[in-house]
């Protein structure tokens, strides 16, 4: 199991930019695929971006792509999500995950990861 602990959220307007953090302990970071999920009002949790634990690779949501950038540090044992261009719907509890030797397609999906954040408000206002 690995602890995370996102920081970063708060309130912005619509245009406006949030960074999120994720600080992971307890297993050997550079091992570990990395996931932003996000769950707004009333809906389910959904994926947002992912990041292969052996690669650069990242993966966005269509909903996301062009305006989010994930990126991880091996050395902090941290991955950060960048949030430009905010928008009302992106509004939601953004969680953190983390899956062991997790990468591709896989990221998406809620399943293969096996370690949650507690979860940060991301809250964009007219």
């Known amino acids: 199991q690995v602890q995370l602990v996102e920081s970063g959220g708060g309130s912005v307007q619509a245009g406006g930019s949030l960074r999120l953090s994720c600080a992971a302990s307890?297993?050997?970071?550079?091992?570990?695929?990395m996931g932003w999920f996000r769950q707004p009002p009333g809906k389910e949790r959904e994926f947002v971006a992912g990041i292969s634990w052996n690669a650069p690779s990242t993966y966005y949501a269509d909903s996301v792509k062009g305006r989010f950038t994930i990126s991880r540090d091996n050395a902090k044992n941290t991955v950060s999500l960048e949030m430009n261009s905010l928008k009302l719907e992106d509004t939601a509890v953004y969680y953190c995950?983390?899956?062991?030797?997790?990468?591709?397609?896989?990221?998406?999906?809620?399943?293969?990861?096996?370690?949650w954040g507690q979860g940060t408000q991301v809250t964009v206002s007219s």
């Open positions: 995950a983390a899956g062991r030797l997790l990468g591709g397609e896989r990221l998406r999906l809620p399943r293969p990861y096996d370690s």
């Open positions: 307890g297993r050997t970071f550079s091992t570990l695929g």
